[in-house]
């Protein structure tokens, strides 16, 4: 139950990173929970565990449409933190409750992007003149005390959610028995739901509906077959 | 190549991290041009003028914004008047933004990332993360550096050179791609995460929640989202079962 603090250090690290690339560095794909839920697994040495609660939290992830003004969850360190936290019994048992904590920490870790952005407005409004007037010094310095705004951030809301998700493996506060597969149970239905939601939500022609519906038919296809 | 070029694509890749509620995108569209920007350095007032102007108000979708960076910068080279170039910012946010919007996030992401649950579905397992991952960070290169060019190739002609590149004509089959690997991700990946739930079958949970989501799109008033829904729920177990 315990983890080397070598991995705690990896796990927050990968968490900031997860952080990072939600709307600052690259945006490729490394905020994505079932990315983030797979690296969490390989270190901590469960790459399945870390898939699953990846996939699961994924499903939620497909009925978010990160635009810039908009709010919207962090789901990077929060997948870290239901990674750890469904390591804790057998997978139908925890997965569950780790997802519902990924997901509650999903939202609050989202609410401290607009912080990180009334920060940047005020070094913006401190550098406003010189912004005006071109100074090419002036734009360096605001675009990258940004970049130390989130890498902060990030780094704050990793160190919190292993924190929480180390206390919570360390005490068994985790459901498990038949109460633990009832909420994996509820989990599951409610990625359905988020899958669902988004999926209707995006699909604007019937031509899209259509060619999903054939996707639903190939995905049975293969499950009865393969 | 134009000068500055490769430190104009690297920077587009940060683009967002000054994101305010006053300039949106401004300082990173800003921070992005100064490289392709260098050669107006003999003209102090002038150079002043076009770097005041890079860092506006704008916003686009990230993956896109190159394409306004480069027309802007090619723009401020050619010595178009600023007024011309700021309205020429202005025309390109929304349908950067929207095409980004449904070409990337609705379309792309989901595709990419239903492949990757189909085949984690199936066994393919933690490689399959890292092959999906390189193989879309190569293709979000790819973009923005295609888009900084095309912008630098185009300058104030950018639009009809956007439209002639073909990438409005890709949104639709990206859309439909997303919607058929969506929708083959589902069932195998319910089967894999199958639990018992007493004397349901295994699929009865996620048919109840497909059910409830599309019937969430359709309604018109507000409907809590699904983390909400399923949070309320997962409480409602807990207290049921520690009465």
């Known amino acids: ?226 | 190549m134009v000068a500055g070029e490769g430190r104009a694509a690297l920077r587009l890749l940060i683009v967002q991290a000054a994101w305010t509620y006053e300039r949106l995108q401004g300082v990173g569209v800003g921070f992005a041009s100064l490289p392709l920007l260098e050669p107006l350095r003999g003209d102090p007032a002038r150079y002043r003028a076009a770097a005041s102007r890079a860092s506006e108000y704008f916003n686009a979708h990230p993956y896109l914004t190159g394409i306004a960076v480069g027309a802007a910068a090619r723009a401020e080279i050619d010595g178009v008047p600023g007024g011309t170039i700021q309205r020429l910012k202005t025309a390109l946010a929304g349908p950067l933004g929207s095409l980004g919007d449904q070409l990337f996030w609705i379309g792309v992401v989901p595709a990419v990332m239903a492949a990757m649950l189909f085949a984690v579905s199936r066994g393919a397992g933690t490689p399959a993360i890292a092959l999906g991952v390189l193989l879309y960070a190569m293709v979000r290169l790819y973009v923005t550096v295609w888009g900084l060019r095309l912008g630098l190739r185009s300058g104030l002609k950018v639009s009809a050179a956007l439209k002639a590149s073909g990438l409005t004509d890709q949104v639709r089959r990206v859309g439909l791609l997303a919607g058929f690997l969506v929708g083959s991700a589902m069932a195998p990946l319910f089967q894999w995460l199958a639990v018992p739930a007493g004397p349901l079958p295994w699929w009865a949970a996620p048919a109840l929640g497909l059910i409830g989501g599309i019937l969430a799109a359709w309604v018109r008033f507000r409907v809590p989202t699904a983390r909400q829904i399923t949070l309320v729920a997962m409480g409602a177990v807990l207290l049921w079962n520690g009465r």
Do not use: C, K
Not at chain 1, 14 to 20: D, P
Not at chain 1, 92 to 119: C, D, K, V, Y
Not at chain 1, 181 to 186: D, G, H, K, N
């Open chain 1, 1 to 226: 139950m315990t983890i080397e603090w070598l991995v705690v250090a990896g796990l927050i690290g990968w968490a900031t990173l997860a952080g990072l690339d939600l709307a600052s560095l690259l945006q490729a794909l490394l905020s994505r929970p079932l990315v983030v839920g797979a690296g969490a697994g390989w270190l901590l040495g469960d790459p399945e565990n870390g898939l699953r609660v990846g996939a699961l939290l994924e499903m939620f992830a497909l009925d978010v449409v990160p635009v810039g003004s908009s709010g919207y969850p962090d789901f990077g360190a929060a997948t870290v933190a239901a990674v750890m936290v469904a390591g804790t019994g057998p997978w139908q048992e925890t997965l569950g409750i780790a997802t519902g904590f990924g997901l509650g920490l999903a939202s609050l870790a989202g609410a401290t992007l607009p912080m990180t952005r009334r920060l940047n407005a005020r070094t913006l409004r401190a550098n406003a003149e010189r912004l005006t007037g071109g100074d090419d010094q002036a734009v360096e310095r605001v675009h990258w005390a940004g970049l130390g705004h989130d890498a902060v951030r990030s780094l704050v809301v990793g160190v919190v959610a292993v924190a929480v998700a180390y206390a919570v493996r360390r005490a068994g506060w985790v459901a498990t028995g038949d109460t633990g597969i009832a909420l994996t149970v509820v989990a599951i239905g409610g990625a359905g739901w988020a899958v669902a939601h988004g999926a209707t939500t995006s699909a604007r022609s019937g031509h899209r509906w259509r060619w999903a519906l054939a996707g639903v038919g190939t995905g049975l296809a293969v499950v009865l077959t393969w």
